[in-house]
C-alpha cells in the first residue's frame, strides 16, 4: 500500500513530536541564545507600535517547542515595553500534548490550539521559528517531458505518474517540492491580517527564490537519519518555499525575505549580547558572544535561515526589514 510523501511525513512527524523531546535531536535558534526570543519579543512589541497599538492584542506563536522563545520574549517586553505586555495574551499552536505541557511550565498563563484556525479573531502579532520547515511537503520528479510523484511504500519510494506542471525551468531527474500546509497557512494568516491589523513573523530555512532539489531531511538521536527509516523516531523537516510562502499570502503586505543573520543584527543582536555578556563570568560571556555569531554568521546559521514578515496592507514596513528590495527579485 504506497502513502503520498505529505501524508507519511505527516503522521511520522506527529508521532515524533508527541513521543520524542525534540531539542535532545537538533537545536533551534531560542535555545542557542535567549537574545534570539527577547529580540522577536521587542520586534513584537515595536510592530505593535508601528500598527496604531491595537488593544488587546492577540500574541501568538506557531510550533512554540519548549515554549524558550515565547519565555524570552514575554519577558523582555514585561521590561521595555510594559503597555504592550499588558496588551497581550498568550496563544500557542501546538499539536504535541507532551510539548504543551513544557510551554505551560516556561510560558505560564496562555491558550493552546491545534491549528491556527482556532485562533480567535481580532488583532495579532505572530511569530513562528522553524515550524514551517515541518509541515508534509510533496515531491515531484521530472521524468522525460512528464513529471511523477514520489510515494511512500514498505520498499522506500516509488514513483507514479502525476499531471504536475512546474512553475520553473528543470531538467531531467529534477524534484520539485511543494508545501501546501505552508501555503494553507499563508493565505489563512494572510486573509486574517485583511481583516484585522496585525504582523507575523517566520524564519525558517530554505532559499530565497524557488529551485528544484531534494530538500527532504531527517535527524534521528542527533545524527542524519533515513527519511523513510521507522516513523516516529525521526525529525523529518524540509526546505521553505520562500517565494511561494509569499505568493500565497494574498491581502496581505509581503516584507522580505532577509537573511536571519541581517534581521537580528538589525534589530541588535550584538549590542544584546554585549551588554548582557559584560555582567557575566568569563565562559557564560564568550558563550552568548558564541550563540550569537551562530545565528549570525553567513556560513552558519546567518544565510541559509530567513525571515519574511506579513503585514496588515499599508501597515508599513516592520523592523529590520528596511530596503529589502535589492535582492535578485527587485522590481
Ligand atoms: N519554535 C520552536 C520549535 C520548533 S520544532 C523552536 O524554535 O525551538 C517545531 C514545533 O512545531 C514543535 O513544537 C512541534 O510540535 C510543532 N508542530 C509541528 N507540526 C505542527 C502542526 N502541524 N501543528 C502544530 N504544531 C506543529
Redesign the pocket.
Known amino acids: 500500500m504506497k502513502q503520498r510523501l505529505d501524508h507519511f511525513m505527516a503522521h511520522a512527524?506527529a508521532a515524533y513530536?508527541a513521543t520524542h523531546d525534540?531539542f535532545a535531536d537538533f537545536t533551534?535558534?531560542?535555545?542557542i541564545t535567549q537574545v534570539f526570543g527577547e529580540l522577536l519579543g521587542l520586534w513584537a512589541a515595536v510592530t505593535w507600535r508601528v500598527l496604531g497599538a491595537p488593544t488587546p492584542i492577540a500574541f501568538v506563536e506557531m510550533?512554540?517547542?519548549?515554549g524558550?522563545?515565547m519565555a524570552d520574549a514575554l519577558r523582555a517586553v514585561a521590561r521595555a515595553a510594559p503597555e504592550f505586555r499588558a496588551a497581550a495574551t498568550v496563544h500557542l499552536?501546538?499539536?504535541?500534548p507532551r510539548?504543551r505541557e513544557a510551554q505551560r511550565e516556561r510560558i505560564g498563563e496562555a491558550t493552546w490550539y491545534d491549528?491556527f484556525d482556532l485562533v480567535p479573531e481580532g488583532p495579532m502579532i505572530l511569530l513562528g521559528?522553524?515550524?514551517l520547515d515541518?509541515?508534509p511537503i510533496r515531491q515531484f520528479v521530472r521524468r522525460g517531458a512528464g513529471w511523477t510523484e514520489r510515494f511512500v511504500d514498505r520498499e522506500g519510494f516509488v514513483e507514479a505518474t502525476s499531471d504536475f506542471v512546474a512553475a520553473i525551468d528543470t531538467a531531467e531527474g529534477d524534484v520539485i517540492e511543494r508545501c501546501e500546509a505552508a501555503e494553507t497557512i499563508a493565505a489563512a494568516v494572510a486573509a486574517r491580517l485583511a481583516r484585522h491589523k496585525g504582523a507575523a513573523l517566520f524564519l525558517d530555512y530554505g532559499p530565497e527564490i524557488s529551485s528544484p532539489g531534494d530538500s527532504l531531511q531527517a535527524i534521528a538521536d542527533g545524527q542524519p537519519a533515513d527519511p523513510l527509516g521507522a516513523p516516529g523516531d525521526a525529525d523529518l523537516t524540509a526546505h521553505v518555499d520562500f517565494s511561494r510562502f509569499g505568493a500565497a499570502a494574498v491581502g496581505a503586505d509581503v516584507h522580505g525575505p532577509v537573511p536571519q543573520g541581517l534581521l537580528l543584527a538589525r534589530l541588535g543582536l550584538f549590542q544584546r549580547t554585549n551588554q548582557l555578556a559584560r555582567h557575566q563570568p568569563v565562559r557564560r560571556a564568550a558563550t552568548l558572544m558564541e550563540g550569537a555569531r551562530r545565528l549570525a554568521e553567513p556560513d552558519r546559521m546567518g544565510r541559509l535561515f530567513k525571515a519574511i514578515a506579513l503585514v496588515s496592507p499599508g501597515a508599513g514596513i516592520p523592523p529590520g526589514f528596511e530596503s529589502t528590495e535589492t535582492g535578485p527579485q527587485s522590481s
Do not use: D, V
Request: cysteine-free; aromatic content about 8%.
Open positions: 512527524n513530536y525534540p533551534t535558534a531560542p535555545e510550533g512554540p517547542g519548549r524558550t522563545l499552536i501546538e499539536t504535541s510539548l491549528a521559528n522553524e515550524f515541518a509541515l
